[in-house]
């Protein structure tokens, strides 16, 4: 069944709540939790534009697919989600240091940049661009479950989820550097 009707109330549980004690669906720890889950629907989004096999980087020689590097950065969301819920998945420093990797690569591949540049391009980098600004969010509302001690947060998890916004932009234009979409910058105006 899709539904337990526990929640009609407006309260619910994590996995660390004592035996029958539940929450409000309004504490900060949910909408944390909400907006992780809202980033990797984001990115199963950008994994569908970024289906046609166009959209990689170059690592070695070889390619690797955009939807191979979001599918991972997935899958670590749902380890940070189960951190959040009070289930006993962490992270290391070995995920930051993937995303890490990432942009090194990226990097290498486009020119760098000199001044803020306004969204778009491609839909591959429009999505990306949409997908960084919900990791910031993301990375904001963790810090502040993490401040008001809702939650224990690892600090890997906070460090990952600082990188992401920055793999998600170097992802964001790499696709317009490799679709020959020429960056513009903001005309405050």
Known sequence: ???????????????????????????????ALGTVDELNAMLGLVKVYAQDKTEFIVQDQEKVLYEEILEKIQNILFSIQAELGGGAHTLS??????????VALVEK??????????????????????????ARRCER???GVQDKNE????????????????????????????HNQIEQPPKYG
């Not at 526990?6 to 900060?28: F, I």
């Not at 420093?93 to 990432?102: A, D, G």
């Not at 939650?151 to 990188?163: A, E, G």
């Open 93 to 102: 420093e070995v995920q930051t240091q993937y995303l890490e990797s990432i």
């Open 141 to 143: 509302l963790v810090v």
């Open 109 to 134: 591949q486009i020119l760098p940049i000199h001044s803020f540049i306004v969204y778009g391009g491609t839909v591959t980098s429009a999505s990306l661009d949409v997908a960084r600004a919900v």
């Open 151 to 178: 939650q224990t947060v690892n600090s890997y998890t906070i460090q990952f989820l600082n990188r992401l916004s920055s793999v998600l932009f170097a992802l964001a234009r790499h696709s317009n550097y490799s």
């Open 1 to 31: 069944m899709l539904y337990t009707r526990k929640g009609d109330s407006g309260t619910t549980q994590l996995y660390n709540c004592p035996q029958g004690g539940r929450l409000t669906k309004h504490e900060l720890i949910f909408e």
